[in-house]
C-alpha cells in the first residue's frame, strides 16, 4: 500500500495469507508475530557421530531455538545440518590452512524439503555423489523419526584459495 513501510507490508500480507491447513487462524496469528518481531533467537547444535573417507553420519536434536512459528524444525536450520555435514565430508582429512585454504566452499545447493516433525531427533547422513580434485558433489539426507525423509539435498563444493 502507498505510504507504508515493508515492514508494515509484509505484517498485512501474513495476514491475508497466513491461513493454516486446517483453515484455523491459530496459524496467521503466528505469521503476524513473527513478521513484527525484528530480534530473533535461535541455537542450533548438533554432533557428528561417525566419518570417514565415503561418508558422514550427524545427529541433532529438536530444541525450540530450531523451531518455526508453527513448531516445526525451520528450514534454515535442517538446511544448515545438512551443509555442515555435507561440507565436513568434502573436507576429509584436508588440512585446512590458518587463511582458510583449503576449505570446501559450498558453491551450489539444492534442497528439497519433504517433511518435518516437532521433537525428537533429526539424523543426517552425507555421501559422495563425485570426489574431484576441484569439485566435490556430495547428497545429504537428513531423517527424522523411524527413519522417515525429511530432506534430501545436493551440494557441490570447490577448495578456497
Do not use: C
Not at 550427524?58 to 525450540?64: C, F, L, Q
Not at 516445526?72 to 576429509?92: E, N, P, Q, S, Y
Request: charged share 20%; net charge neutral.
Amino acid at each position: 500500500m502507498h505510504g507504508e513501510s515493508p515492514a508494515e507490508h509484509r505484517i498485512r500480507r501474513y495476514e491475508l495469507l497466513g491461513y493454516s491447513s486446517n483453515g484455523s487462524e491459530r496459524g496467521t496469528l503466528k505469521m503476524v508475530t513473527a513478521a513484527s518481531t525484528s530480534n530473533w533467537h535461535g541455537e542450533i547444535a548438533f554432533s557428528i557421530v561417525e566419518a570417514d573417507e565415503e561418508h558422514v553420519r550427524a545427529i541433532m536434536p529438536v530444541t525450540p531455538g530450531i523451531l518455526n512459528p508453527f513448531g516445526t524444525v525451520h528450514a534454515g536450520a535442517m538446511i544448515w545440518f545438512a551443509d555442515v555435514a555435507a561440507t565436513r565430508l568434502a573436507i576429509g582429512e584436508m588440512q585446512i590452512g590458518s587463511d582458510g585454504k583449503g576449505f570446501q566452499l559450498a558453491i551450489d545447493l539444492h534442497a528439497a524439503l519433504v517433511g518435518n516433525q516437532r521433537d525428537g531427533e533429526l539424523f543426517a547422513e552425507a555421501r559422495f555423489v563425485r570426489r574431484g580434485k576441484r569439485v566435490t558433489v556430495v547428497r545429504t539426507r537428513v531423517t527424522g523419526a523411524d527413519g522417515r525423509l525429511l530432506l534430501d539435498m545436493t551440494t557441490t563444493h570447490v577448495p578456497s584459495g
